[in-house]
């Protein structure tokens, strides 16, 4: 199986402080949500996988920046409880760094599911896809993409099995979904493509 790219970095705040998530050989891992505010004044919170280890060489001094550098995962929620896909950010490096917020994301996989052309009510054309990005060891991670305007004309003409590469931002989005009668804020994660190429490897 090959090894895909999957590379992010982000800078943020922390929105929360850090609560224990699982232990995985040994070793602690922490959750908490970073607050990374986009050009346009909103604002992502995505979730962050780190190491105890991490955190405590962390010197963290109030409301100070957090770099991460790290990969996306995602793992299916089989408990019935939020959403089915759950999309984080686990931590290669954390980092504290003064600089403005940034959300940079690189990724090359396959597409494993007919890209979907559409239009937003407002008429803008949009394209949603799932991109299968294998890790070592035989995993993969299948990330929910979306393009916008020309960009999802192109994605929109690929077909399950084409390869590509992508550079854009991991963004989150709230929704309200019923259930039982009662409306519920969700919130997703998708990764919003901001360029595009062909990968032929």
């Not at 699982?22 to 070793?27: F, L, Y």
């Not at 995602?74 to 409880?81: C, I, K, L, Y």
């Not at 854009?168 to 009668?181: C, F, H, N, P, V």
Request: proline share 4%; with cysteine; glycine share 8%.
């Amino acid at each position: 199986m090959q090894t895909n790219t999957n590379r992010i970095f982000l800078r943020g705040r922390m929105a929360a402080r850090p609560a224990l998530s699982h232990a995985n050989h040994g070793v602690d891992y922490f959750t908490f949500p970073l607050a990374v505010r986009r050009l346009s004044g909103a604002e992502d919170r995505l979730n962050i996988v780190a190491s105890r280890e991490q955190l405590e060489r962390l010197s963290l001094c109030g409301d100070g920046p957090v770099s991460v550098y790290g990969e996306v995962r995602t793992f299916n929620n089989r408990s019935g409880v939020g959403s089915r896909l759950v999309v984080s950010v686990f931590a290669r490096t954390l980092a504290q760094d003064e600089g403005e917020d940034e959300n940079r994301l690189e990724l090359s996989g396959t597409l494993c599911k007919p890209p979907i052309l559409r239009a937003t009510p407002l008429g803008r054309t949009i394209c949603d896809m799932i991109l299968a990005v294998n890790r070592r060891y035989g995993r993969a991670d299948y990330l929910p993409c979306i393009a916008w305007g020309s960009l999802a004309y192109r994605c929109g003409a690929m077909e399950v099995g084409d390869r590509l590469s992508l550079e854009g931002r991991l963004q989150s989005r709230t929704y309200t979904k019923e259930i039982d009668g009662q409306p519920q804020e969700r919130t997703a994660f998708e990764v919003s493509v901001m360029s595009l190429a062909a990968d032929d490897t």
